[in-house]
């Protein structure tokens, strides 16, 4: 046996790993089962269920015009009216969406520099975190209904703030931590040439972070297209209300036309805010459009 062989430590055992597997199964169980509301007896019909549904969503999506399901929600549309309807209301929730994200970005970017430990004394980081925390910490829905809804009633504008609201919470954690990762050097660098703190920020911090940055920004405007698809529930703009209306009424063949839309408004969006991802993190010389 050779020296090295007989030195050689012990590999850790493994039957650690094992028993905190088991034990984030077990909690998993527990979690399911201790559902009140939760009817698992019917689990095995869960298939046949789905199907059924998606069969009825689907003859919806492939009616023709004047082919209309009985009991429909709204017998004045037409096939082609709730297509049209769909298509203005989806586009609403990305109107919402984009303004939601523009407010976030634009409050957010100071504030995170407040928050930075490199960028700001703790006495102004605590206060700025706690708000960030705070904010991130309440559901797009309950800001719409509690704070937005009273200030501007029903209609679009209470979700975009909504979905602004929340967004500065969120974006600014994830600027924050953007720029507590930048490279120091060139700070130090310029620090050592007399620059002031603004010049720092300026010259040496944003050229670093701001491209990743932006494409949170994008990332962000994905997600807050499906929050504005939520928010519509509440009355707060976008598709939500008349997808909510119809799914209440067991529209299972209108409901697929609203499915539909979202799916491929969000798809298209999803596209081409990859690209321009790829394009501001890796440059011009690709552009790889996610699938």
């Not at 209300?241 to 979202?262: D, Q, S």
Request: charged residues 15%; glycine residues 8%.
């Amino acid at each position: 046996m050779s020296p090295d062989t007989a030195t050689r430590p012990k590999p850790p055992p493994k039957w650690p790993y094992t028993v905190v597997g088991l034990a984030l199964v077990a909690i998993v169980l527990v979690a399911g089962w201790s559902l009140d509301n939760a009817k698992w007896e019917r689990l095995p019909q869960f298939p046949a269920e789905i199907l059924q549904y998606a069969g009825q969503m689907l003859e919806g999506v492939l009616t023709r015009p004047g082919a209309h399901p009985e009991g429909q929600a709204d017998p004045e549309l037409t096939y082609g009216d709730w297509w049209l309807q769909a298509l203005r209301l989806m586009g609403e929730s990305v109107a919402l969406a984009w303004i939601g994200t523009c407010v976030g970005a634009l409050f957010s970017f100071p504030l995170a520099f407040l928050a930075a430990s490199n960028t700001a004394p703790w006495f102004l980081r605590v206060p700025v975190r706690t708000f960030f925390n705070a904010i991130r910490a309440v559901p797009e829905i309950l800001l719409a209904v509690i704070v937005m809804l009273p200030l501007f009633g029903l209609n679009p504008m209470a979700g975009a703030m909504a979905i602004g609201i929340h967004s500065i919470g969120s974006l600014g954690k994830l600027t924050l931590e953007n720029i507590e990762s930048v490279d120091q050097r060139p700070v130090e660098a310029v620090t050592a040439a007399g620059a002031s703190w603004w010049q720092r920020i300026r010259t040496a911090v944003i050229p670093q972070m701001l491209p990743e940055t932006v494409a949170f920004w994008l990332y962000r405007f994905e997600v807050n297209i499906r929050a504005s698809a939520i928010l519509g529930v509440v009355s707060a703009g976008g598709i939500g209300a008349l997808l909510n209306r119809v799914l209440r009424g067991r529209e299972w063949e209108w409901g697929g036309i609203m499915l539909v839309v979202i799916i491929i408004v969000t798809i298209l969006v999803d596209q081409i805010s990859a690209a321009l991802r790829h394009r501001i993190l890796h440059g011009a010389d690709t552009i790889a459009v996610a699938a």
